[in-house]
């Protein structure tokens, strides 16, 4: 079965501030990746999906991107944060057709 | 575009009874895929259980149980001798290919001792 590695678990950066949020995949190979967003209460917003290596297609205009430089690698990125860019960050793995989700990034922007 | 509803914000029910938690959705699709997530307070989303829409049998898994009502767009979650662990978020959710899920605001259930 699948594992998905999801780093840091808590964030708190500064207004203006970079962003770099990491989810490696193991246990399979060639898998659909997804970043999803919730804020406090909310249901899941999709942000970014990636069917393959340098392959992504975004779902909202955003302060945020992504990146799939490897396989199993999936990156959220932002070069200079907003307040608004606070929430729960969760990447999620499909290889046929079963969401696996990792454990989250709560991140906080001050 | 695609819309899953949940109409239930919040539920609460005692230890061992029986909840149903509601969902419906949109398509125009034959062949799609519902799920049920659950995201306890650690945060963690969980698969409780999946149906394919080709499949006339509600699937089942030990206490969870879906009423799949394709006519009506219809995937309702049944936990059954609910649990205190069952205590979360849940979600509905429907995969209608684009490589993507779409899913609902939740509910959030409540299991008192």
């Known amino acids: 079965s699948q594992t998905i590695h999801q780093w840091p678990a808590t964030l708190v950066q500064p207004v203006g501030s970079p962003l770099s949020l990491e989810c490696t995949v193991e246990?399979?190979?060639?898998?659909?990746l997804y970043w999803y967003r919730q804020a406090a209460g909310r249901g899941l917003q999709l942000l970014f999906y990636s069917v393959g290596i340098g392959q992504i297609s975004s779902e909202v205009p955003q302060n945020l991107s992504a990146s799939r430089p490897q396989d199993r690698q999936f990156i959220l990125s932002s070069k200079k944060l907003l307040l608004s860019d606070s929430g729960f960050y969760l990447c999620?793995?499909?290889?046929?057709?079963?969401?696996?989700f990792g454990s989250g990034t709560r991140l906080t922007v001050v | 575009a695609q819309t899953v509803t949940q109409s239930q914000p919040e539920m609460s029910v005692q230890e061992a009874e029986t909840v149903t938690l509601s969902c419906t959705y949109d398509?125009?699709?034959?062949?799609?895929?519902l799920f049920w997530y659950k995201q306890p307070p650690s945060r963690q989303m969980i698969l409780v259980i999946r149906?394919?829409?080709?499949?006339?049998q509600n699937a089942t898994e030990n206490r969870f149980s879906v009423n799949f009502q394709k006519a009506a767009k219809s995937f309702s979650l049944k936990i059954s001798d609910s649990q205190l662990g069952d205590t979360a978020m849940y979600f509905c959710?429907?995969?209608?290919?684009?490589?993507?899920?779409?899913f609902g605001q939740g509910t959030r259930l409540t299991i008192n001792p």
């Open positions: 959710a429907s995969y209608q290919g684009a490589q993507k899920l779409v």
């Open positions: 149906q394919e829409a080709y499949k006339q």
């Open positions: 398509t125009s699709e034959n062949n799609y895929y």
């Open positions: 999620a793995s499909d290889p046929n057709y079963g969401y696996t």
């Open positions: 246990g399979t190979s060639n898998p659909n």
